[in-house]
Nanobody
Framework: QVQLVESGGDLVQPGGSLRLSCVASGRFSIYTMGWYRQAPGKQRELVAT???????IYAGSVKGRFTIFRDNAKNTVVLQMNSLKPEDTAVYYC???????????WGQGTQVTVSS
């Protein structure tokens, strides 16, 4: 069993920054770790992911503003979010794709609110 624990969500003003962290625990081999988000009334969408080989994928709406980091030794993924906009408001979920079966695991979510 894989457990993902997120932290770092908060209320921030437009133009501000936040740093989200996620730590994975359990016995496993992680293929990718990353972040998704879900705004009220919308589907969950990819924000950013990184493979073990450091290949990254970013949503177009966050490119140049968000950066994803991984520490494979610590099973940690961090999302640095700069120049935040009100449309970034959402619940952010940590995701890990694990094992030979590429099973998906999700964190409980952390709220990010961008508002003045």
């Amino acid at each position: 069993q894989v457990q993902l624990v997120e932290s770092g969500g908060d209320l921030v003003q437009p133009g501000g920054s936040l740093r989200l962290s996620c730590v994975a625990s359990g016995r496993f081999s992680i293929y990718t770790m990353g972040w998704y988000r879900q705004a009220p009334g919308k589907q969950r969408e990819l924000v950013a992911t990184m493979t073990n080989g450091r290949t990254t994928i970013y949503a177009g709406s966050v490119k140049g503003r968000f950066t994803i980091f991984r520490d494979n030794a610590k099973n940690t993924v961090v999302l640095q979010m700069n120049s935040l906009k009100p449309e970034d408001t959402a619940v952010y979920y940590c995701n890990a794709v694990v094992g030979a079966t590429r099973s998906n695991y999700w964190g409980q979510g952390t709220q990010v609110t961008v508002s003045s």
